[in-house]
């Protein structure tokens, strides 16, 4: 089967740096994806790995190692509006469907 | 512009009765796709499709029906046999391509009168 795993909360204050960590186990890889969700919005993609290493986008930033079957996200220069839950998703190979974690609520204080 | 809506945005479920919930995309995708979320848990895959009048069981499809007539549209019925439905319902859309996302609709929360 297929299954992530990510902590499930995170706190942080203004300005800082976090790191939100996911792990995966899966049958065939395809790539791991970061989506953001607001309380009571829709998720929004945020990030996709399908090699090695770290790609930037702004403030955000993703990492992959197909090795170690781990990715995390790392967001820099915190802002209150990112307040959300993180989720890390993986893509099924065989049926095109997206297998997500079960989400990181981040709460940045002031 | 493109998008996905989902309509109604809260819909109220009597015991015993049927419900629908409306997706439909103007992102000329192939792939769309129905979860269900709870309260402080993750999305769960209910039914997805891949192609018109196609569609798969995702991981818990019990007491859900869908259809794909149209490439459009997708829309999901919660029936009865649907003991607990009370939860937030979103419908995506995606193309194939495996480094393409999945865009989501608004949602649509559903409540047990």
């Known amino acids: 089967g297929q299954s992530l795993e990510q902590p499930s909360e995170v706190t942080a204050v203004e300005g800082a740096i976090v790191q939100i960590n996911c792990t995966y186990q899966?049958?065939?890889?395809?790539?791991l994806s970061w989506y953001q969700q607001h309380d009571g919005g829709a998720p929004t993609f945020l990030s996709y790995?399908?090699?090695?290493g770290l790609e930037e986008t702004g403030r955000f930033s993703s990492f992959l190692s197909r090795s170690d079957s781990y990715g995390y996200l790392l967001l820099q220069e915190l802002q209150m509006k990112d307040s959300a839950s993180y989720f890390c998703?993986?893509?099924?190979?065989?049926?095109?469907?997206?297998?997500f974690g079960t989400g990181t609520l981040l709460a940045v204080q002031p | 512009d493109g998008g996905i809506t989902q309509s109604p945005k809260y819909l109220f479920r009597k015991e015993g009765q049927n419900v629908t919930l409306s997706c439909e995309q103007n992102?000329?995708?192939?792939?769309m796709y129905w979860y269900r979320q709870d309260p402080g848990q993750g999305l769960r895959l209910i039914y997805y499709?891949?192609?018109?009048?196609?569609?798969q069981k995702g991981d818990i499809a019990e007491g859900y029906s869908v259809s794909r007539e149209k490439k459009e549209s997708f829309p999901l019925t919660v029936t009865s046999a649907q003991k607990n439905p009370t939860a937030f319902y979103l419908c995506?859309?995606?193309?194939?391509?495996?480094?393409?996302?999945?865009?989501f609709g608004d949602g649509t929360r559903l409540s047990i009168l």
């Open positions: 995506a859309s995606s193309t194939a391509r495996e480094d393409q996302p999945q865009h």
């Open positions: 899966t049958s065939g890889f395809y790539g």
């Open positions: 790995n399908a090699l090695d």
């Open positions: 998703a993986v893509r099924d190979g065989a049926t095109n469907k997206l297998i």
């Open positions: 992102l000329n995708h192939d792939a």
């Open positions: 499709s891949q192609i018109v009048n196609d569609f």
